[in-house]
């Protein structure tokens, strides 16, 4: 079985999906990590983060085991992420390493901007995960905080606006709600509120399906 779970950078889709997977004992792959690790290795080697094909080639070349979530979490690396995400060779580089994940496993759950659009347009669950973006800027300027990065919540909310601007209208699978999936919006949800709603989608889903 396959979760999909799409939606905006910072609507809690990152935090529903590791619970989710927990829930029902699936694994859980964050794609963000891959767009992130190629920024990073861009950014590492000095090169050009405007540059298509330089990251494609870090693409190609990237070590799905060296995701340390500590240090792609840090700031900058998101900015830098959806810059490197906009290029169609980078996100096709990317593409089999995401579709042989859930092939190798029985159930998985797999978040990203594209995940039931393009990646898994026939995943059996499809969430989208939303939230207005005030509430998010609030959410990832507390996270910032939080690993004592220095910032504000208006540059957050800028960074965040640009960041969406950039996933909705990339030439390359941009960021929509895929026709089927089920829309959660968490701006009025805590964590629990928004995990037990989202569990609750899944298993009316899943019991329609039969």
Do not use: C, W
Not at 80 to 96: C, D, G, N, Y
């Amino acid at each position: 079985m396959i979760i999909a779970i799409d939606g905006p950078a910072a609507s809690g889709k990152g935090t529903l999906a590791k619970r989710i997977a927990e829930h029902y004992g699936f694994d859980h792959l964050d794609t963000g990590l891959l767009y992130r690790a190629v920024a990073r290795n861009v950014l590492q080697a000095q090169e050009d983060l405007n540059d298509a094909e330089v990251a494609a080639r870090h693409a190609v070349e990237l070590n799905p085991s060296a995701l340390d979530e500590t240090v792609l979490r840090g700031g900058g690396i998101g900015e830098a992420a959806s810059i490197v995400a906009q290029f169609p060779q980078v996100r096709e580089a990317l593409f089999m390493f995401q579709r042989r994940f859930a092939a190798e496993r029985e159930g998985s759950v797999v978040e990203g901007r594209d995940i039931g659009t393009v990646i898994f347009p026939k995943a059996d669950i499809k969430l989208y995960i939303t939230a207005h973006r005030s509430e998010r800027a609030k959410r990832r300027y507390q996270e910032l905080v939080d690993r004592d990065e220095r910032t504000t919540e208006e540059q957050v909310y800028a960074d965040l606006e640009k960041r969406d601007l950039r996933d909705q209208t990339r030439a390359s699978s941009p960021l929509r709600i895929a026709e089927d999936a089920l829309l959660l919006d968490t701006t009025e949800l805590d964590i629990d509120a928004s995990y037990f709603a989202a569990v609750r989608l899944i298993d009316t889903a899943i019991g329609r399906s039969g």
